[in-house]
């Protein structure tokens, strides 16, 4: 694909000298940010590096805190920022994108750290050269190949020094750090792989045993390393607990929270969990602190509108079950302290009352990978689950008798600890909208931001997640950039996935911003809270998603004009099931764009087929989509739009018609081919017998296909009343003797001036045999 | 110890006994003549029952004597008759058998019972044997997968239900004539009387065609319900020492069955000899000696296969045994079956040779010139046991074994479903490494590997689940790599040259059925756990076989992870085949075979090579627990790993005694990390720091040209076989011609180091010498060399390095033929030569074998 980028744009290059103003840069395309991440409370300044620039308009950021205060192209391969981060900056990861011009960015992440930056000096591949630092910042470096990074630091005796780094959660490439803390000897005090709270990226902690000279040394975890393999490493005597217990609170109130895991032991809180906007649970994160140092990294906690039990062991048997006399909804939380440990908790519940039991557990970045059981109360166990989606179990129950039920919770492979904290939320059956956008390219970016080119239309896939609600929705934005609207759409009950066109007006001031998308219930009597989750794919490999991030908002953008129109003829016959069509479409070219356009369909309705990409050559202005329909495509009114390329010279620009409709239908005429027989050089009929399903004007062209080598059939015409058609066949003394099961019939009705594509009369037997010797 | 009478108390103790005659004789003491009588006791049970006795006389010097024909038998007639040395019962009662030769005696206890009873003709007993005996049920016949001319027989008899239901239903009045039975097809076809793809299988007259006849006459019954199955089987003699071609020795086989009873299976057994030219053994079991040499005869009857030890002597052989000095256990087991071959060991070997085969069996390097010049100046009586001592604490020595540890349990990445990441392989390798490094004990290793859970990257041995997903192969994996056995073939019949049956097969694969796996949240990790669910189901019945070990034990296996019991057996000190396993992998790393060869290959018809040494290194391995250091040490240290590898005429031919040292070729890493020790280079692998040595490659599936063309493992499979070590023509070419000689040369600079260094030609030579050979040249080799180098020195147009001549240095150095010819002062030139030299001796088979 890229080769044939390079190629068209070098075709392109004698037209450019005559056409410059039509010389439009696609998206932009950022590879790397430095630095990737900036101190609370800071103004720092950070560079872009990537490809198509030189039109870069600014930043967009997904997350709070953040202010641009100045933006500079320096070439078409770099733009600078200045940033201005709030003093009370959310901490932790942040996201943006930036925007040109001529379209967005890819995502790329942003750290707001507590701590000041340096930046890595090599030579530093061993304790004996390792760079000297002070406690409590951040270090920007890279793992290039088989690369170890070492950093000293002077601690006192008793101090805590943490490391915790940035690797994989930069989300540029799969590295995957390890980080140890060594005596200035080289003899090695902790060391840490991955952590069960920043998965491939560790966190390091000792007290030091002594005043003296320590090493931080980091390097990826199978010496493997590269360019791209960045880190923001942070050293300091902060804390840096994995857990928090327990891992929930209600809403509004105040509750005293124990952080786990780090090496100084339990970190006590007090903290008033904080109200909830509608209704609905969430999770948050808080950051642990200690001495006024704060952990760079945070523990996740839930919010939820019902109140807390706490396990009160032991519990761990049926009969020692932390009982509550609380109506659910509840959230049982727990340890499970020892390998070979079950948390047991006994509640009452109504007949028929039917409730979602969800641990959350590894969701909270727990180590323990839980096993749900749901029993009466005289310990009968009546459900299971291990893992639903993940290593978080998930039960549906009904409740079958008013009374007493017990719940358990326990490590799949008996495991324990201080730091398998778990808490399962009891709550009714909710109905819950997700609207996310589908991956348009696997393990890529692409086209996962709308760019609407000035007085054009851009499209894309959404996708609405229906959990226990039933009925139309509606998708909605209500600050999109001035000039932008997006079609008014609603999803029926099915499918799930619907095309939406964005339109740009022709005087609409280029933008780019981040717009909140809403789904909701069409019929407004119903109550389901719903919202927009994309999630972003950052890195991939194998067929597996190493990490990834989703962000609430959809990034659009208002782009300079693009130099064509993509227009569909929409066509004013159905298509019919099993049958097949050419899709018109018009290119409205800009004066002097006279590129080559590639169209696609932005979305086949179920059952319809596609060709991938069609295109339309230089200076053409029309090209046609084939599609066929299977048997059981739904017949149905379809929306439906074309999505098209073409370059300008600067990548490609892409843009989109407006949604037009397509009707699969049934067909008018089904059949049924009769066992046929020729010999060889002989004549005969094949007979098709016809099922007239609906009535057609004039006469329809049928043919039929598929014969052995050497046999031809004559085309026949039929009506609208014809029962039969009969084919007058001949086979040639050449013919192979054979016995074709695969016939069929091709019947082409025209109606408006349009044909109607049948594919019928499938599995036609004809025998061609040798001829019978007369004498 | 020396009355007869005891003598022919037991079988086998008249087995260990005869193992001390010879060492007595070693020492010259006068011994007595031996009477022995086989089977130790008689046990006769129906009227049908008999029992062909077996008389050996064995003779000071070890050699024994047949003399079943001419030794007089007698008993009681009133309690069984005897027609030649046949003892059948007439009534009930016990006494005993008398034999009288030559004026020595023995006795034998004699019961019978049910003397005057004619038991049925039983299916299972008596008519399955006759279809193993006559050959019918082989693969190549009837037992084949479809069959054979639409008869289909279950392979070697494992499927006795079905073969009924075969014989008696599936052709019904055709292959079994009730009416008029000796028209059955069965019979006729067997004897040859209609035509039989097979050919004829029996007489008319024989025992095999009566037995059938007997069962179709009686109606064809089939067995009721509860009757004896076998349990055990015997082969007598254990061992023979036969003198001279043409000597026999009839050999006698009994099974014992689950009700106590014991039965003469002798006409039912199939005999075979793994050596026809030394011991070939008639259909009847008697034994004809042929060439000098050793044979085990084996004896299959049932599910079971068992063998006897046959070691042919010329006749008046003139041997002495030398007299040898023994360190311990080793030599001892070494020297008596040497004796019994009448085979001298070779001499003990130089310091030097001693010095270079340590290096590279127990470091896998060659010794540097300082070490070589230490050792060899060292007047220590015991240097060579401190040297070993030296040798086993260095980190180079955990490498080795790691290496070879990663062999056995596959580890490497595979990318095929990304079952196994390169993380997830490497962390399994680190595991390993720091296993081995702190001296955890084999059994320990092994019984966290097999009982393993978790995430791979969490706890990296539960790869060894993860690599292998198939709970069959698992099984397989688990017997081949920890015990040694190939259960393989017990998967579809009963395994036709070893004891296992496909009960044992699908016993065994149920402590592996109960294994749950998941991707963890890294999606290059997989959690494995203990699903509790899944059972091992026999193909033939459909049942699930209760999990047991190999060799029967059924253990408690309720509401446990069916892993950690069998990982607890596995390690146990009471398992009889782990330790010793072990044992002969470690010995095999020692002298490029083992007692047992290939290791990996267990059987009862690949017998070890010297059973007392294998047993007793075992036994060693337990009661050191498990620490492989001691036994390394006591092999090291043994006169046995340091014979010469220089022969004699009478331990030429031995392969597989260990008389004398074997020349092996270095092993691919081993071979690459010495050439590169040599010239003074430094390799880089992937994940390792420049200068790492290839027995360090964690991956399996990490390779280069020249380690694959050496034949490194790429552990796909658990098999020992895939450590190729045979040399080849690739090899050759590529050292002679490839570029990692030549470069390594060059890159080294160690010869240009040397020059700069201002040395002289000799000791240069020396140097180049100790660093490839572990020796100084010979005066010879000395004296051929110091003028070829002279006149390449003066030479215009040097040979290429590819086209010098790539023999040992000593055959292809030659003295110039002009003696004009003057050194040249050109230092470029001499030291071009001299790296010549050099790349002449990495080429020489010295330097590529270990001697």
């Given at each position: 694909m890229k080769a044939k980028l390079i190629h068209a744009g070098v075709l392109f290059c004698g037209w450019l000298l005559c056409f410059t103003p039509l010389l439009r840069a696609a998206s932009p395309s950022v590879s790397s940010i430095e630095p990737q991440g900036a101190q609370r409370g800071a103004e720092t300044d950070i560079t872009f590096t990537g490809e198509r620039l030189q039109d870069a308009k600014g930043v967009l950021f997904y997350g709070k805190g953040v202010e641009v205060t100045g933006f500079e192209v320096v070439d078409d391969k770099h733009a600078k920022a200045k940033l201005k981060i709030a003093p009370d900056s959310p901490l932790g990861e942040n996201q943006l994108r930036v925007w040109t011009a001529t379209g967005i960015s890819e995502l790329h992440m942003f750290y707001i750290d507590p701590y000041p930056e340096v930046t890595e000096v090599e030579p530093n591949d061993d304790p004996a050269h390792a760079q000297p630092i002070s406690l409590n910042v951040t270090v920007s470096g890279t793992i290039t190949n088989e690369d170890v990074d070492c950093f000293s630091v002077e601690a006192k005796k008793g101090q805590r020094i943490t490391a915790e780094v940035e690797g994989i959660r930069l989300g540029i490439t799969l590295f995957d750090p390890w980080l140890g803390i060594l005596k200035k000897d080289g003899s090695m005090l902790a060391s840490c792989d991955d952590s069960s709270l920043l998965l491939q990226d560790p966190i390091v902690s000792i007290i030091a045993p002594e005043d003296g000279t320590y090493i931080i040394q980091l390097r990826d975890s199978t010496y493997a390393g590269s360019d791209k393999c960045k880190y923001r490493l942070h050293v300091g005597t902060f804390p840096q607990p994995s857990v928090v217990y327990p891992p929930g609170g209600p809403a509004g109130e105040e509750l005293t929270l124990h952080f786990l895991g780090d090496v100084s032991g339990p970190i006590e809180k007090k903290i008033t969990i904080p109200a909830l906007e509608n209704g609905v649970s969430k999770t948050m994160s808080l950051f642990a602190e200690q001495d006024g140092f704060s952990a760079p990294a945070g523990n996740p906690v839930r919010?939820?509108?019902?109140?807390?039990?706490?396990?009160?062991?032991?519990?761990?048997?049926?009969?020692?079950?932390?009982?509550?006399?609380?109506?659910?909804?509840?959230?049982?939380?727990?340890?499970?302290?020892?390998?070979?440990?079950?948390?047991?908790?006994?509640?009452?519940?109504?007949?028929?009352?039917?409730?979602?039991?969800?641990?959350?557990?590894?969701?909270l970045r727990s180590p323990i990978d839980s096993v749900l059981s749901i029993y009466d109360g005289q310990g009968k166990q009546l459900a299971s689950n291990d893992d639903s989606g993940g290593p978080d179990s998930y039960l549906r129950f009904k409740i079958p008798a008013d009374g007493e039920y017990c719940l358990s919770v326990t490590d799949q492979i008996k495991r324990g600890g201080p730091e398998f904290t778990y808490r399962v939320e009891v709550t009714p059956v909710q109905p819950e909208l997700v609207l996310s956008m589908p991956q348009p390219v696997k393990d890529s970016q692409e086209r996962e931001t709308v760019v609407v080119p000035r007085g054009n239309r851009y499209g894309t896939v959404l996708r609405a997640k229906r959990s226990d609600f039933d009925g139309p929705l509606a998708v909605a934005s209500n600050d999109l950039p001035p000039g932008m609207s997006m079609q008014v759409v609603t999803l029926p009950g099915n499918p799930d996935t619907i095309p939406v066109v964005f339109e740009a007006t022709a005087d609409a001031a280029v933008a780019g911003k981040t717009s909140q998308i809403t789904l909701a219930p069409v019929d407004t009597a119903k109550k389901a809270p719903g919202r927009f989750e994309h999630i972003v794919e950052l890195v991939t490999g194998d067929n597996n998603v190493y990490y990834q991030t989703s962000v609430d908002k959809l990034a659009v953008a208002v782009a300079q004009e693009a130099p064509f129109k993509l227009h569909i003829v929409e066509p004013k016959v159905p298509m019919v099931q099993n049958g097949s069509m050419d899709l018109k479409v018009a290119v409205e070219r800009a004066n002097g764009f006279t590129g080559p356009v590639e169209i696609s369909m932005l979305y086949n309705p179920p059952g319809v087929s596609s060709q991938n990409s069609v295109k339309i050559p230089e200076g053409q202005n029309e090209g046609s989509i084939p599609l066929n329909a299977a048997g059981d495509a739904q017949p149905s009114k379809w929306q439906i739009a074309v999505i098209g390329s073409g370059d300008a010279g600067k990548g490609a620009v892409w843009v989109s018609s407006s949604i037009a409709q397509l009707e699969v239908s049934q067909p008018f005429v089904t059949a049924k081919i009769e066992r046929g027989y020729v010999e060889q050089g002989q004549s005969a009929t094949v007979t098709c017998k016809l099922t007239q399903n609906k009535p057609f004007q004039g006469n329809a062209k049928i043919q039929l296909l598929n014969l052995p080598n050497k046999v031809t059939a004559q085309d026949m015409e039929i009506t609208s009343t014809d029962q039969e058609v009969q084919f007058p066949i001949t086979a040639d003394k050449g013919s192979s003797t054979t016995q074709r099961k695969d016939l069929f019939c091709l019947l082409t009705i025209i109606q408006d001036g349009e044909p109607i594509v049948h594919n019928i009369a499938q599995g036609g037997m004809l025998r061609v045999a040798k001829a019978v010797d007369k004498k | 110890m020396k009355t007869s009478q005891k003598w022919v108390a037991f079988g086998m103790m008249a087995l260990l006994c005869n193992v001390a005659v010879w060492r007595l004789t070693a020492d010259n003491q006068p011994l007595p003549t031996l009477l022995d009588v086989y089977p130790p006791d008689i046990k006769l049970q129906s009227s049908r029952a008999s029992q062909a006795l077996v008389v050996c006389v064995t003779d000071p010097d070890g050699i024994t004597h047949d003399v079943s024909n001419s030794a007089k038998i007698s008993t009681d007639p009133k309690l069984a008759k005897i027609d030649g040395h046949i003892i059948s019962p007439?009534?009930?009662?016990?006494?005993?058998?008398?034999?009288?030769?030559?004026?020595?005696?023995?006795?034998?206890?004699?019961?019978?019972?049910?003397?005057?009873?004619?038991?049925?003709?039983?299916?299972?007993?008596?008519?399955?044997?006759?279809?193993?005996?006559?050959?019918?049920?082989?693969?190549?016949?009837?037992?084949?997968?479809?069959?054979?001319?639409?008869?289909?027989?279950?392979?070697?008899?494992?499927?006795?239900?079905?073969?009924?239901?075969?014989l008696t239903r599936e052709l019904s009045g055709r292959r079994l004539n009730l009416a008029l039975p000796a028209e059955s097809l069965l019979l006729q076809k067997a004897t040859g009387s209609v035509a039989h793809t097979g050919g004829k299988r029996f007489d008319k007259d024989s025992d095999l065609y009566k037995t059938l006849l007997h069962w179709i006459e009686a109606g064809a019954p089939s067995d009721s319900d509860g009757i004896p199955s076998p349990t055990a089987l015997d082969i007598l003699p254990k061992q023979i020492l036969l003198e001279g071609e043409n000597t026999t020795q009839q050999m006698t086989v009994r099974a014992h069955y689950s009700d106590g009873s014991v039965r003469d299976v002798t006409p039912l057994t199939v005999f075979l000899s793994n050596n026809d030219s030394t011991a070939k053994v008639s259909p009847a079991g008697l034994v004809t000696s042929g060439q000098r040499g050793e044979a085990f005869v084996m004896a299959r009857f049932a599910t079971f296969t068992v063998g006897a030890e046959a070691v042919v002597i010329p006749k008046d052989l003139q041997f002495q045994f030398p007299a040898v000095h023994e360190v311990n256990y080793i030599d001892k087991a070494i020297d008596d079956k040497l004796r019994r071959l009448r085979i001298a060991p070779s001499a003990i070997c130089s310091d030097e040779e001693f010095l270079r085969r340590v290096y590279i069996d127990t470091i896998g390097l060659l010794p540097t010139v300082a070490e070589h010049d230490s050792f060899m100046t060292s007047t220590d009586t015991g240097k060579r046991a401190k040297l070993v001592d030296e040798l086993l604490a260095r980190p180079e020595f955990v490498d080795l074994w790691v290496m070879k540890m990663s062999e056995l349990l596959e580890i490497r990445s595979s990318t095929e479903n990304n079952t196994v990441s390169y993380k997830a392989a490497l962390l399994y390798f680190d595991w390993l490494k720091e296993r081995l490094s702190n001296n955890v004990p084999i059994n320990e290793v092994v019984r966290q590997i097999v009982s393993a859970s978790g995430g791979t990257f969490v706890n990296p041995p539960a790869n060894f689940y993860a690599e292998e997903t198939d709970s069959l192969k698992l099984a397989e994996n688990c017997a081949q790599s920890f015990l040694g056995i190939r259960v393989q073939c017990a998967q579809c019949h009963n395994h036709p040259f070893d004891q296992w049956t496909m009960s044992d097969y699908r016993g065994f694969v149920g402590f592996f059925t109960q294994i749950g796996r998941k991707k963890a949240e890294d999606p290059r990790e997989t959690i494995v756990y203990n699903n509790g669910e899944g059972e091992s189901k026999h193909p033939v019945t459909d049942q699930p076989v209760r999990p047991h070990f190999l060799g029967g034990i059924a253990p408690d296996v309720a509401g446990k992870d069916r892993r950690q019991?069998?990982?607890?057996?596995?390690?146990?000190?009471?398992?009889?085949?782990?330790?010793?396993?072990?044992?002969?992998?470690?010995?095999?790393?020692?002298?490029?075979?083992?007692?047992?060869?290939?290791?990996?290959?267990?059987?009862?018809?690949?017998?070890?090579?010297?059973?007392?040494?294998?047993?007793?290194?075992?036994?060693?391995?337990?009661?050191?627990?498990?620490?492989?250091?001691?036994?390394?040490?006591?092999?090291?240290?043994?006169?046995?790993?340091?014979?010469?590898?220089?022969?004699?005429?009478?331990?030429?031919?031995?392969?597989?005694?260990?008389?004398?040292?074997?020349?092996?070729?270095?092993?691919?890493?081993?071979?690459?990390?010495?050439?590169?020790?040599?010239?003074?280079?430094?390799?880089?692998?992937?994940?390792?720091?420049?200068?790492?040595?290839?027995?360090?490659?964690?991956?399996?599936?990490?390779?280069?040209?020249?380690?694959?063309?050496?034949?490194?493992?790429?552990?796909?499979?658990?098999?020992?076989?895939?450590?190729?070590?045979?040399?080849?023509?690739?090899?050759?070419?590529?050292?002679?011609?490839?570029?990692?000689?030549?470069?390594?040369?060059?890159?080294?600079?160690?010869?240009?180091?040397?020059?700069?260094?201002?040395?002289?030609?000799?000791?240069?030579?020396?140097d180049l010498y100790v660093r490839c050979f572990g020796r100084k040249p010979t005066d010879e080799e000395r004296k051929n060399l110091e003028p070829l180098l002279a006149s390449n020195l003066a030479s215009e147009n040097a040979k290429p390095p590819s086209e010098s001549p790539a023999a040992m240095p000593t055959a292809s150095a030659q003295p110039s033929p002009d003696p004009q010819l003057q050194a040249s002062n050109n230092t470029d030139e001499r030291q071009k030569h001299l790296e010549d030299l050099l790349w002449a001796l990495l080429n020489s088979k010295e330097f590529m074998f270990n001697h």
């Open positions: 919010v939820s509108p019902f109140p807390n039990v706490l396990e009160v062991k032991p519990n761990n048997d049926i009969a020692h079950a932390t009982k509550t006399d609380l109506p659910l909804p509840l959230a049982f939380n727990g340890i499970i302290a020892e390998k070979g440990d079950t948390g047991f908790f006994r509640f009452k519940a109504k007949k028929n009352e039917t409730y979602d039991f969800r641990v959350y557990a590894r969701a | 007439v009534s009930d009662g016990t006494g005993s058998v008398k034999v009288e030769f030559n004026g020595m005696t023995a006795s034998v206890p004699l019961e019978t019972k049910d003397a005057t009873v004619n038991p049925p003709v039983s299916f299972k007993l008596d008519v399955m044997p006759v279809f193993m005996r006559s050959g019918c049920n082989t693969g190549a016949c009837h037992g084949s997968a479809r069959g054979k001319d639409g008869f289909h027989l279950s392979l070697f008899g494992y499927d006795p239900d079905g073969d009924y239901f075969r019991v069998l990982a607890d057996w596995l390690a146990s000190p009471d398992n009889p085949w782990f330790s010793k396993h072990f044992a002969n992998i470690i010995w095999a790393q020692f002298f490029g075979r083992g007692i047992i060869e290939p290791v990996d290959d267990v059987r009862v018809s690949n017998p070890p090579a010297n059973s007392e040494l294998i047993d007793e290194l075992g036994q060693k391995l337990v009661e050191y627990q498990y620490d492989f250091k001691k036994l390394i040490r006591d092999i090291c240290t043994s006169n046995t790993y340091q014979l010469s590898s220089i022969t004699n005429e009478t331990n030429e031919a031995d392969t597989r005694n260990f008389s004398h040292s074997s020349i092996r070729r270095l092993r691919a890493e081993v071979m690459l990390d010495c050439i590169s020790e040599v010239t003074g280079t430094r390799d880089k692998f992937r994940g390792l720091p420049l200068g790492a040595r290839a027995v360090q490659i964690a991956d399996g599936h990490e390779s280069s040209y020249f380690l694959k063309t050496f034949g490194r493992a790429s552990r796909d499979t658990v098999c020992t076989c895939e450590v190729a070590m045979d040399p080849n023509l690739s090899q050759a070419l590529h050292l002679l011609n490839g570029d990692t000689v030549q470069r390594k040369i060059v890159n080294g600079a160690l010869v240009k180091k040397m020059v700069d260094q201002q040395k002289t030609d000799p000791q240069i030579l020396d």
